[in-house]
């Protein structure tokens, strides 16, 4: 299988890149880890007559700790996070998701940003972003803007990221010493799409109580999936396995997964409902456990 | 576009097309047959090849994107006329039966290796979980690459 013919730019600086979507825009494509842009065009589902391949820019591959975020560059690697330090007391949603992310190899190549700015419903980056809290840095000739994942992620496949701009980085806001997270993710073979997927995340008052709760759903519906109603019912409550049961309901209620070859709609709705339930309860073991 | 690549410590140049998979150009333009061609969808693993000593699948990775990186393919393993270890130890303990997937078995192997000499059967199968062996041989594969940890702490004792 082969992709069309494109030209093909590797610039090194920032600038250069920058230059180029403005000058290009729709009819060039940012090149990244290209673990599902390379697949799509040899499968000729996607067909840019140029790629931008920014594997060359300095200074993206970074993951930091700073001001109340974790920040990760655009060309940090899946597996990057995976072995990240940093990542491991910084949000605990992330460090549990990055393993799960495809196969060891796939890993060594794809990135994060690519990931959200590619935002396949079947991702398992943006359900992560949208249960823990992040912001999306983009960049163009134009300056900067900063977007709310909940703004960046639009529709299946399609974000607020322009032809012009460049994702730069995910800032993911970091869990306290008083926050827990979680990722679960049913798969039928590693590398393979979630057949489900369930991001949690909970952050407890100094009484112990919910202070603010994040779920989201991979797989399961047109995009990456939000469960508000479960959020709101979670905060300011005391945390108990039969709140956590019916955050679960409320999940498998507001999914809307496809009848396939991974299982039977069903089968998936309830699957949501477990691992809502297993996912809270993870993160709230790590929320009164402290920084484990 | 003209490509120049370090392969098995050689320099290789070629022009390309932008479009040409690694997987190819390694195969076809510099006609090195050890890399195998499965699946074409970045899922069994059998062209995997090390890019600066980093295993990735060379069916979803462009020619043009390995300019002036460096590639490891089996054909690279062996040193000086000898197997290295990774290769004697696929042979000692039987690591293969039809022996599709070895040559990306044994690169995944050997950049495990590399950044953890003393692996557990887990981390093992961890390593190779993006690698396919039809034959599933994978018991086999896993005592490979343990007789190929033991052969190579003996080599430089701790």
């Known amino acids: ?292 | 576009m003209n490509v120049t690549v370090n392969i098995n410590g050689a320099e290789r140049s070629a022009d390309v097309e932008p479009r040409l998979l690694l997987t190819d150009f390694i195969r076809g333009t510099l006609g090195l047959t050890g890399t195998h061609m499965g699946c074409d969808t970045t899922s069994c693993g059998v062209c995997t090849v090390l890019l600066d000593g980093v295993p990735v699948k060379s069916c979803t990775v462009f020619a043009v994107q390995a300019n002036g990186r460096s590639i490891t393919t089996v054909e690279g393993l062996k040193q000086n006329g000898q197997l290295s270890a990774m290769q004697q130890a696929f042979h000692q303990e039987h690591g293969l039966q039809c022996g599709f997937c070895t040559p990306a078995m044994m690169l995944v192997g050997t950049a495990l290796l590399e950044e953890n000499p003393d692996p557990t059967d887990d981390e093992i199968r961890w390593a190779i979980s993006g690698n396919l062996c039809r034959c599933t041989g994978y018991m086999n594969i896993i005592k490979s690459i343990q007789a190929a940890a033991a052969m190579k702490s003996e080599e430089v004792p701790a």
């Open chain 1, 1 to 292: 299988m082969y992709p069309s013919k494109f030209d093909y730019l590797a610039p090194t600086t920032l600038d250069e890149a920058l230059g180029v979507l403005a000058a290009k825009g729709p009819a060039i494509k940012v090149l990244a880890g290209g673990q599902s842009l390379v697949p799509m065009m040899k499968l000729r589902l996607a067909n840019p007559p140029a790629l931008l391949d920014i594997n060359r820019l300095p200074g993206l591959d970074f993951i930091e700790d700073s001001n109340g975020h974790l920040r990760i560059g655009a060309l940090v690697r899946h597996n990057d996070v995976v072995k990240s330090d940093a990542v491991k007391t910084a949000n605990h949603t992330v460090a549990a998701a990055a393993p799960w992310v495809s196969d060891p190899i796939v890993r060594n190549l794809g990135t994060v940003c690519g990931s959200l700015a590619h935002h396949d419903p079947e991702g398992d980056w943006a359900s992560v972003m949208l249960a823990t809290g992040a912001e999306v840095v983009l960049k163009s000739t134009q300056g900067e803007r900063v977007l709310p994942i909940t703004d960046f992620c639009v529709d299946m496949f399609q974000t607020l990221c322009r032809p012009d701009e460049l994702v730069t980085e995910v800032r993911v806001k970091k869990h306290s010493a008083r926050g827990g997270g979680d990722y679960q993710k049913l798969e039928r073979k590693v590398g393979d799409y979630a057949t489900v997927g369930v991001a949690t995340s909970i952050e407890l008052d100094e009484h112990g109580r919910i202070a603010s709760a994040g779920i989201a759903l991979t797989s399961v519906y047109a995009h990456n999936l939000k469960v508000a109603d479960a959020e709101i019912l979670l905060k300011g409550k005391q945390p108990s396995a039969e709140l956590f049961q019916e955050a679960g309901a409320i999940a498998g209620a507001a999914c809307d997964p496809a009848d396939d070859h991974r299982g039977s709609a069903a089968y998936k709705r309830h699957v949501v409902g477990v691992f809502t339930e297993r996912g809270l309860t993870r993160s709230l073991e790590i929320a009164q456990g402290g920084q484990s």
